[in-house]
């Protein structure tokens, strides 16, 4: 990133090549397609226009994942969340296994855009995006204990809601 904030733009697309597909699971997971697709692109539009301002300190999927949740808390300022339900299954040959695999990620996706939106982002910024507690402290300005208690309540939820699935 810090070559790119020097100028350097091909800087850019190896910064985007790295992180694109973290970002918009982000926002997948977070929001429906369309939404999700808004998302990714303001992001790294964000990104571009903020180039000037970025400082280097800390990891600069941090830094990304700091855009993306403001982004994210902007859409959820605009309009209500709706659940996704546009799931595919992972095919493994047998038709029975393929249906209850099928549901079980319906019902888990669910779940998940059951969760309060400070638990389900936590969740999926350290499931999805890989960002640790204290990373994920940093994006959302709560304590490291408030990310981790956001953590396992979130668990908590989905374990309970998918023991039948077990």
């Known amino acids: 990133m810090g070559r790119f904030a020097a100028g ?18 982000y926002f997948l997971r977070a929001t429906d397609p369309a939404n999700a697709a808004d998302g990714h692109q303001e992001t790294w539009s964000r990104v571009v226009a903020k180039r000037g301002q970025y400082r280097g300190e800390g990891k600069f999927r941090a830094y990304l994942f700091a855009i993306a949740h ?3 808390m902007d859409q959820f300022r605009r309009q209500p969340r709706e659940a996704d339900s546009d799931v595919e299954a992972i095919a ?3 038709p029975e296994r393929d249906a209850a695999n099928l549901e079980a990620t319906e019902r888990l996706n669910e ?6 939106n400070a638990q389900r982002e936590a969740l ?5 995006a890989g960002l640790t507690i204290r990373e994920i ?3 959302t300005g ?5 990310v ?8 908590a939820k989905l374990r309970r809601g998918m023991r039948e699935y077990v």
């Open 8 to 25: 350097d733009y091909a800087a850019f697309e190896t910064l985007y090549g790295r992180h694109k597909d973290a970002v918009y699971r």
């Open 70 to 72: 403001n982004v994210l």
């Open 92 to 94: 493994d040959g047998s």
């Open 111 to 116: 779940l998940i855009a059951t969760l309060p």
């Open 124 to 128: 999926i910024m350290h499931r999805e």
């Open 137 to 139: 402290a940093q994006v």
């Open 142 to 146: 709560v304590t490291e204990e408030g």
């Open 148 to 155: 981790k208690s956001r953590l396992r309540y979130a668990m």
